[in-house]
């Protein structure tokens, strides 16, 4: 698999100077469904990573962190790739940390962020009407528009390679000292997006 990048602008969104730190993971695609245990190492895995790059290794600091925001946007485009994307092809992860935001990138090997409609639809987060038959008994049709959209601050879909990138500013992911990350952003979103 061919490494990917979001786009310079986005870079420069999340990034001043040369502080952007990168890494991608595969995750192959089994016979079984993709469960909720897979979703939380991936996303635990994702703290982590996220926690040590702005420094928050204690458990003080790491409570800063907005976990249910977090997850709303990987955990939502890990999962909807995962039961999407074609079974034959691994989900390929990038994740962008710069000092001012983080972004997630996803690559099922599918066509659908291939699609220019797509692509616009997701960047304008103009709410998703039409769902895969074949998933409407196990999926509840909620966590684009609920989840990924009102979480992300920018959404671009590199409709060349087919690849979702997510980004979330490190102001919106990670509260004020002496605060808790959850319960912080709850209140400032007005009990939004979550």
């Known amino acids: 698999m061919e490494l990917f990048k979001p786009s310079k602008k986005t870079l420069e969104i999340i990034c001043e100077g ?19 245990e897979n979703v939380t190492n991936f996303i635990k895995k ?7 790059f702005y420094k928050m290794n ?6 800063r962190l907005a ?3 977090i997850f709303n946007v990987s955990g939502e485009a890990f999962k909807n790739c995962y039961h999407h994307g074609p079974k034959n092809k691994e989900v390929f ?7 001012r935001g983080v972004c997630y990138g996803f690559n099922d090997g ?3 962020f291939k699609n220019e409609k797509i692509k616009k639809q997701y960047e304008n987060k103009i709410e998703i009407t039409a769902f895969d038959k074949k ?12 989840l990924l959209f009102p979480n992300s601050d920018i959404i671009e879909v590199d409709s060349k390679k087919g690849i979702l990138y997510c980004v979330q500013f490190k102001e919106n ?7 808790k990350g959850d319960s912080y952003f709850f209140k400032k979103d007005g009990g939004k997006g979550y």
């Open 58 to 63: 204690s458990p003080e600091k790491q409570s």
């Open 110 to 112: 599918g066509d659908y």
């Open 93 to 99: 992860f990038g994740l962008f940390l710069g000092n």
């Open 67 to 69: 976990k249910q925001k």
């Open 18 to 36: 040369d502080e952007l730190a990168s890494g991608y993971e595969n995750y192959k695609r089994g016979s079984h469904r993709f469960n909720e």
């Open 135 to 146: 998933t409407l008994k196990e999926n509840f049709q909620c966590g684009i528009n609920e």
């Open 173 to 179: 992911i990670i509260a004020p000292e002496g605060e």
């Open 46 to 52: 994702l703290y982590c990573s996220i926690s040590e």
